[in-house]
């Protein structure tokens, strides 16, 4: 299969330092350069559901002093993974991530309505930072859900599947090449400013049902859109872009799910698990 495993490990906050490590916390750790193990491409922050906003409303030195723990390789955990969140929610109250088109343009066939405020709850300028700044080489955008007006609950939340896959009908229509136009747009927004987007992803946890952004999804119902999402990407010019899928609960639940995947495993760039 032509398709790589990351592991990236999703920290959406920040630990106090220590100067010392208490005792009880002191460990030996061995290494044998002669045996070698699988190859870790790296890893990784995210920075979800407005946490970037926190970073930034810092001030000015404390900006710096917080992208250095995560990105600097000198004097930080030298990440070089950042994972973004694609915003699927009508607003951005509490701490949702707004969508680019956070209502309905009038159906999946009607003329896109996209809205960017080139901030993106401050992702841009994470974003922007952990590459120009510190040679960030990998940035992977999840979409934890399509917008609610794409799904069969009709509500971005509490689960429901994208219409238009495999036993997922909906009376507005198919909305499968309207999501994958969606992403791909992202996507080009953020190269308009410079940051090339290296990973896509159109679900996270599609095993689980959470009061916030969330989709549910089989691996025939992945498989569908998966199918979509390629050409479309293709189309757009970004054909560098990697699929990832499909981020579930657990490499057990992955695993359930790539049978139904080994029909689009040329299409996939990255299997990925939480």
Not at 96 to 107: D, F
Not at 167 to 190: E, P, T
Not at 242 to 254: F, H, L, P, R, V
Request: charged share 15%; hydrophobic share 35%.
């Amino acid at each position: 299969m032509a398709f790589s495993i990351y592991i990236v490990l999703a920290l959406a906050t920040f630990a106090s330092t220590f100067s010392t490590l208490h005792p009880r916390q002191s460990s030996t750790v061995t290494v044998d350069p002669a045996k070698i193990y699988q190859t870790i491409d790296g890893f990784g922050i995210s920075e979800t559901f407005q946490r970037a906003n926190q970073i930034h409303a810092l001030s000015p030195s404390l900006q710096r002093y917080a992208l250095d723990l995560l990105f600097n390789r000198t004097s930080g955990a030298g990440f070089s993974i950042l994972r973004n969140g694609i915003g699927s929610s009508p607003d951005s109250s509490s701490d949702h991530m707004v969508s680019i088109q956070p209502k309905n343009p009038g159906g999946p066939n009607a003329v896109p309505k996209y809205v960017w405020d080139g901030n993106d709850n401050s992702q841009v300028w994470v974003s922007t930072e952990a590459v120009k700044t510190y040679g960030v080489d990998t940035v992977y955008a999840n979409a934890w859900s399509a917008p609610g007006y794409m799904k069969t609950n009709n509500n971005d939340a509490n689960g429901g599947s994208l219409c238009g896959v495999s036993a997922a009908s909906c009376s507005s229509g198919d909305w499968k090449q309207a999501y994958a136009n969606y992403l791909a747009q992202y996507i080009v927004y953020y190269k308009d400013i410079g940051v090339n987007i290296t990973h896509l992803g159109f679900l996270n946890e599609p095993d689980l049902t959470t009061s916030y952004a969330s989709m549910r999804s089989n691996g025939q119902q992945a498989a569908d859109f998966i199918k979509v999402l390629r050409p479309t990407l293709d189309k757009a010019n970004l054909t560098s872009v990697k699929i990832t899928c499909c981020d579930a609960e657990g490499w057990s639940s992955q695993q359930g799910m790539m049978g139904a995947l080994n029909g689009v495993s040329s299409m996939l760039g990255t299997i990925t698990a939480q």
